[in-house]
């Protein structure tokens, strides 16, 4: 089920009821423990990343925990937004499917910099939202990896950094990935640093034609483009008459 729902992730495959995986933006090295029964269980896992979960808590029947990341570069951001103190450039989704307790998360990354206190900054949104202060638990230098015990929220997101803090809601600030890019029938969305369900998308051709408007109730969403013609669109996320623009490409 675990390697079902990478190869899911990875490809953009809808597993249907079997999906224990849903954020198809962060779809590099997902792994994830979990168990099916008392003798059919998988509670240390790491794959090709450098994110180690293991040993949780209360691993029960039917309970997963999976986690991927969206690529971004292993060093440090010392500015950005929404998340304003400094952290690694690289963003991690999780999803969880029952409740496995606490899990002890070991990181291992010696060429981060470890000159101040960080630890992992954890958001129970899927993205870090403007004026929302993560939650923040301290890694431990135990030599050849970093370590910290982790209760993780339903789902979310979580980074490398130092304690948390957030900037002020600013949608001109806000930054929008999309992914494939060129698409050809869907166009997966994450608006970084922006509350759900707060703002309105448009989609113009390349002479300003309005041709598609959705209203997602998060800010990590697809929409259909299947019946658009091949070629270079804006897409558009807009609130409080202040925008951003990101373009894509329709095969």
């Known amino acids: 089920m675990i390697v079902s729902n990478y190869f899911a992730s990875r490809y953009g495959i809808d597993l249907g009821p079997s999906t224990l995986y849903h954020h198809h933006t962060y779809p590099h090295d997902v792994a994830g423990i979990g168990r099916k029964h008392f003798y059919d269980y998988h509670d240390d896992a790491q794959g090709r990343g450098i994110v180690r979960v293991l040993n949780p808590s209360d691993l029960n029947d039917n309970e997963f925990l999976l986690w991927g990341h969206d690529n971004g570069a ?31 998360v070991r990181i291992y990354a010696p060429e981060l910099d470890l000159s101040e206190e960080i630890g992992l900054v954890v958001s129970d949104q899927s993205v870090f939202v403007a004026g929302q202060l993560p939650l923040f638990f301290p890694l431990t230098n135990m030599g050849d990896y970093l370590v910290a015990t982790v209760d993780f929220p339903a789902s979310g997101v979580f980074t490398i950094g130092t ?8 949608i001109s600030q806000a930054e929008i990935v999309v992914y494939p890019n060129p698409a050809s029938s869907e166009l997966a969305v994450r608006v970084n640093g922006m509350a759900s369900n707060t703002f309105t998308v448009q989609i113009f051709n390349t002479i300003g034609k309005k041709v598609l408007e959705v209203s ?10 299947a019946s658009l013609a091949s070629g270079m669109y804006i897409i558009e996320v807009a609130k409080d008459g202040k925008s951003t623009r990101q373009s894509f490409v329709k095969h």
């Open 74 to 104: 292993l060093a440090w951001e010392n500015s950005g937004y929404p998340l304003t103190s400094p952290h690694v450039d690289r963003l991690w989704a999780y999803e969880q499917t029952g409740e496995l307790g606490s899990v002890e």
């Open 163 to 170: 304690a948390p803090s957030v900037g002020v809601e600013d």
């Open 216 to 225: 997602p109730q998060s800010a990590n969403f697809t929409i259909p483009v």
